[in-house]
Nanobody, 124 residues
Framework: QVQLVESGGGLVESGGSRSLSCAAS????????IGWFRQAPGREREFVAA????????LYADSVKGRFTISRNNTKDTVYLQMNSLEPEDTAVYYC?????????????????WGQGTQVTVSS
């Protein structure tokens, strides 16, 4: 099992930026694809971005492509989500998760370990 802890959430104005971190411990983190998901009130959880264990491959939801960047530093066991040009529609609890699936996947059901989430609120 991988323990994941998100941080960096908060209140930001529309058009602003925010950087989230996902710190891992436990099972060998460096072999996991890591994903970011989000869930807004009254809405289903949705995929945001994923990064391969090496960091060489990334995948983004269309809604965030060009605005968000996922990256990782395996020496620090941390994955990051840089969010730029934030919109009120980006308001949600953001979760990071780890999957044992080989490759980049959008389906949250394939992720086995989840963090507790961090709230991001974008004001208009």
């Amino acid at each position: 099992q991988v323990q994941l802890v998100e941080s960096g959430g908060g209140l930001v104005e529309s058009g602003g930026s925010r950087s989230l971190s996902c710190a891992a411990s436990g099972r060998t983190f460096t072999r996991n694809t890591i994903g970011w998901f989000r869930q807004a009130p009254g809405r289903e959880r949705e995929f945001v971005a994923a990064i391969s264990w090496s960091g060489g491959r990334t995948l983004y939801a269309d809604s965030v492509k060009g605005r968000f960047t996922i990256s990782r530093n395996n020496t620090k066991d941390t994955v990051y989500l840089q969010m730029n040009s934030l919109e009120p529609e980006d308001t949600a609890v953001y979760y990071c998760a780890a999957t044992l699936t080989n490759g980049l996947v959008r389906d949250g059901r394939l992720y086995v370990d989840w963090g507790q989430g961090t709230q991001v609120t974008v004001s208009s």
